[in-house]
Every structure is written in C-alpha cells, then in structure tokens.
Nanobody, 124 residues
Framework: QVQPVESGGGLVQPGGSLRLSCAAS????????MAWFRQAPGKEREFVAG????????SYADSVKGRFTISRDNAKNTVYLQMDSLTPEDSAVYYC?????????????????WGQGTQVTVSS
C-alpha cells in the first residue's frame, strides 16, 4: 500500500517559516504529480501547490504565490513545501497527495494517494 507520509508541521509565529516534507516509497515518482493541499476547520480541502515530477513544472494557488515553494529531492523520493511569510490564514492541516497524471490538477478528487496530514498553526 502506497501512502505519502508528511512531516514538518508545527506552531510558528506570523511572518515565520516552515518546511514540510512528504516521502512516499513505492511510487514511480517520475510518472506522478505530487501536490500539497490544506484544510482548515469548517472549510473545504484546497489546492496549495503541485509539481509534475518528471519535468519539475509547478503550479501554485494564488493565495500562496511568492510565499510558498514546492521542490523535490530525486534521491530521497521526497517533495517539500517551503512556506515563508506565514499568516494566521495559512493555519490548516496540510496534506501531501499523489496522482498519476500528465499535468498538475487542482481538484482533490483526482488524487489517488493521500497522507494523513500535518498540522500547521500560525499564531502569536
């Protein structure tokens, strides 16, 4: 059973930074799109950022452009989400997802594999 595993969440002050990691063994990463979603209490799960592994092409939600960066480490089969200039509105459970696709899709329903999530809380 393939399951992405997230790590790196926590409590950070407004304006601070966090880096999330997602490792998923068993996936032929070169054929997959990896993405980060988030879900705040009472809200729907929303797309944050995604990367087509083979090409490195990326896509970001407008709300995080210029602040978040998705990247990968081929040797470690790990994808990262660097989050800078965090605000309380970024507080949510962050999920890593994988989909065998040719482009980065922003709808959660298209993703086949999901991690259990990691909590990010931005508060002073």
């Amino acid at each position: 059973q393939v399951q992405p595993v997230e790590s790196g969440g926590g409590l950070v002050q407004p304006g601070g930074s966090l880096r999330l990691s997602c490792a998923a063994s068993g996936l032929p990463f070169s054929s997959y799109v990896m993405a980060w979603f988030r879900q705040a209490p009472g809200k729907e799960r929303e797309f944050v950022a995604g990367m087509k592994w083979s090409s490195g092409s990326t896509s970001y939600a407008d709300s995080v452009k210029g602040r978040f960066t998705i990247s990968r480490d081929n040797a470690k089969n790990t994808v990262y989400l660097q989050m800078d200039s965090l605000t309380p509105e970024d507080s949510a459970v962050y999920y890593c997802a994988a989909d065998r696709a040719t482009v980065v899709l922003t709808a959660a329903r298209w993703y086949d594999y999901w991690g259990q999530g990691t909590q990010v809380t931005v508060s002073s």
